[in-house]
């Protein structure tokens, strides 16, 4: 058995010894409040390269600093990145799944600093071509995820491609995250009208990243917010702002996380205002899950 598997093995015996511990009701009850418990983010964005990864992968870190169990999925299609900006390896992808003998434990990699994640696959954007059984199997292996996590990210790729949108309108909560760009901002907007569209949930928040200064984030919310309360009539609020830091640049390069390589950075400094943000800030209503995100997504 690997480290990794042996790790996550023991994460989930003392999850269950934690459990059982605490059992006053039965024991369907606690797995369906333990999912009904798990927060799934997905972090997207209209247009690419915007800081989709890097905000996945440091917001994973200080979540994970401050005692969440957080998992990361990089669903990004054919630029799967999550393991580069960590400065990590992954054998296995989540398609992998779909081989009898690979198990979750088999695809979960307990990374540098804490982070466990799922590495993407070229092949995810299959599945809704996935035959009956195929999409049983992912959806069965992957469903104990809400175990060990308090918080799943998904990293999804830009744009309005098939996939994306599975994953964004399948999410409880959705991180949209843009830079002030008038390029940036029309993209966005396809990306919240497309969700608010398709959506049963209306939990979609901006990021606006790569600021020079403050007025710049709410110049940007404001204009994307006059927009769909004027074509859709939805409002769009902030969850928070990452100014332009050179020191995301910087370790982008050497392959450490800003968060942990540079705690100091003013990039980092935002990250961790998100999470206050994000956690004590204006709660979305979690109604769904990750297995009725599971479900949307493999269509059940
Ligand atoms: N706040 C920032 N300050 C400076 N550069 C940034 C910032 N955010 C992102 N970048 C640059 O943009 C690049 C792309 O970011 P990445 O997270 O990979 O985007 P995406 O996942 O959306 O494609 C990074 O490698 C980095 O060079
Ligand atoms: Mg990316």
Redo the contacts with the bound molecule.
């Keep these: 058995m690997s480290d990794q598997a042996s790790n996550l093995r023991k994460l989930m015996e003392d999850r269950a010894e934690i459990q059982s511990e605490n059992a006053s009701e039965s024991v369907s009850n606690n797995i369906f409040d333990q999912d009904k418990n798990t927060r799934v983010i997905t972090i997207t964005?209209g247009?690419?390269?915007?800081?989709?990864?890097?905000?996945?992968?440091n917001l994973a870190i200080a979540l994970q600093m401050i005692g969440k169990r957080v998992l990361v999925i990089d669903a990004?299609i054919g630029?799967a990145?999550v393991d580069v900006?960590l400065g990590s390896v992954s054998k296995r992808n989540m398609l992998d799944l779909l081989e009898d003998d690979v198990s979750l434990e088999d695809v979960l990699v307990k990374g540098p600093h804490g982070v466990t994640y799922i590495s993407g696959s070229s092949g995810v954007e299959k599945a809704l071509n996935f035959t009956v059984e195929e999409r049983r199997r992912l959806h069965n292996k992957l469903s104990p995820c809400s175990d060990f996590a308090d918080i799943i990210l998904i990293?999804t790729?830009?744009g309005l491609g098939r996939n994306v949108v599975d994953f964004v309108i399948a999410a409880d909560e959705v991180l949209l995250?843009t830079?002030p760009e008038p390029t940036a901002l029309s993209d966005a907007f396809a990306v919240i009208k497309t969700y608010f569209l398709h959506s049963d949930k209306k939990s979609l928040r901006l990021v606006v990243?790569?600021?020079f200064d403050v007025n710049e984030a709410t110049d940007t919310t404001d204009k994307l917010n006059a927009t769909s309360k004027t074509l859709l009539n939805v409002p769009i609020e902030c969850a928070g702002y990452?100014?332009?830091?050179?020191?995301?640049?910087e370790c982008?390069?050497k392959q450490i996380p800003f968060i942990v390589a540079k705690p100091n950075a003013i990039?980092s400094k935002?990250i961790n205002q998100l999470v206050d943000s994000l956690l004590n800030g204006k709660q979305m209503t979690i109604t769904k899950g990750w297995l009725e995100f599971l479900n949307q997504i493999f269509d059940f």
């Design positions: 964005s247009k690419g390269g915007v800081g989709k990864t890097n905000l996945a992968v990004d630029m990145n900006v990293d790729g830009a995250i830079t990243n790569r600021i990452i100014f332009e830091d050179r020191a995301v640049t982008v390069k990039a935002c």
